[in-house]
């Protein structure tokens, strides 16, 4: 087993966003975790990673048998986590700079930054008036980079264009032959379409997972119903 969430109920500023009763992952499991907005996608991949500001009020985050609900994200991080942002904020570092700490520290190749069409980015400051397409790429190069056990993407396919979302689902498919188990949030499934495989799917609503079943079952009841199909 690669991730297990056991009763889990996160606050962010005092408000209770999620209560989780369980959900697992097994290792090598690709799951898409559907949901309306405001369902608490973000904040479950967030809290699974250990963000400031993600309180654990009560439950466990099992990740390959480890207890990491108290663990800070960098140690989360050196076990094998890596998370992938929705809107990353810029920063003031250079692309370069870290994508040479990264090769450094995970011992790993560059080829994920031309792959992804980065390389007329990479002496910018990361981020910084980047597109949406490419703030998203560069996301997913830099999950590369750290060759992760658990990968954690926060909507990759959402406003990007059809020429990034190729480069992404690639980039994703490189993480599936990589053997990385992936949770990965999205809202309309497109990129799915696009990727090797997808082993199950589950729908989050009023921060509680409502359902969780095969990814073809999920998503033809999303495009004949929406989700008020799981409302019921």
Known sequence: MSLKLENLTVSVED?????????QLEKGEIHLLFGP????KSTLLRAIMGLPGYVIESGRIIFEGVDITSKKPYER????????YQNPPPLQTKFNY?????????????????????????ERKLHDSFSG????RAELAMVLLQKPKLALLDEPDSGVDMDS????????????????TILMVTH????ALKIKRIDRASVMMNGKIVYTDKF?????????????????
């Open 98 to 122: 870290i994508v040479k700490q990264m090769v450094k520290k995970y011992r790993s190749r560059r080829d994920s930054i031309a792959d992804l069409n980065l390389s007329n980015l990479i």
């Open 165 to 180: 979302m190729e480069l992404i689902a690639n980039a994703i498919n490189q993480l599936i032959d990589m053997g990385s």
């Open 77 to 84: 991080a050196s076990m094998g986590i890596a998370l992938s």
């Open 15 to 23: 408000r209770r966003i999620l209560k989780i009763d369980g959900f």
């Open 188 to 191: 309309t499934g497109f990129i």
């Open 37 to 40: 907005n405001g369902a608490g």
């Open 133 to 136: 397409g490419e703030s998203k």
């Open 216 to 232: 073809d079952k999920i998503y033809n009841i999303i495009m004949r119903e929406g989700y008020k199909g799981f409302s019921r």
